[in-house]
Nanobody
Framework: VQLVESGGGLVQPGGSLRLSCAAS????????MGWYRQAPGKEREVVAT???????IYADSVNGRFTISTDNAKNTVYLQMNNLKPEDTAVYYC?????????WGQGTQVTVSS
């Protein structure tokens, strides 16, 4: 199984981006899907997660600006990012976990700059 991310890029402060992460191949019994990010010189941190029963958790820094959603029929997870700030600049990674697996995407760069 591979996770393919898309939607990153360069955006001005206050702008929006929508990240997508699609899994190639079938995945069963997903527990959690999520987005993480890693800025230069910093550790990877959780941005948002969504469980199989659609419970969501957001990092305080993005709460109210980002929205995570899924299309379970397509094994796809999205991250809608609004009112982006320079401190949101990072490589964003998607993650899909079950009891016996833990898949990561290759990462997509998001740069917020004027």
């Amino acid at each position: 199984v591979q996770l393919v991310e898309s939607g990153g890029g360069l955006v001005q402060p206050g702008g929006s981006l929508r990240l997508s992460c699609a899994a190639s191949g079938s995945i069963f019994s997903i527990n959690v899907m999520g987005w993480y990010r890693q800025a230069p010189g910093k550790e990877r941190e959780v941005v948002a997660t969504i469980t199989a029963d659609y419970n969501t958790i957001y990092a305080d820094s993005v709460n109210g600006r980002f929205t995570i959603s899924t299309d379970n029929a397509k094994n796809t997870v999205y991250l809608q990012m609004n009112n982006l700030k320079p401190e949101d600049t990072a490589v964003y990674y998607c993650n899909i976990r079950g009891l016996t697996y833990n898949y990561w995407g290759q990462g997509t760069q998001v740069t917020v700059s004027s």
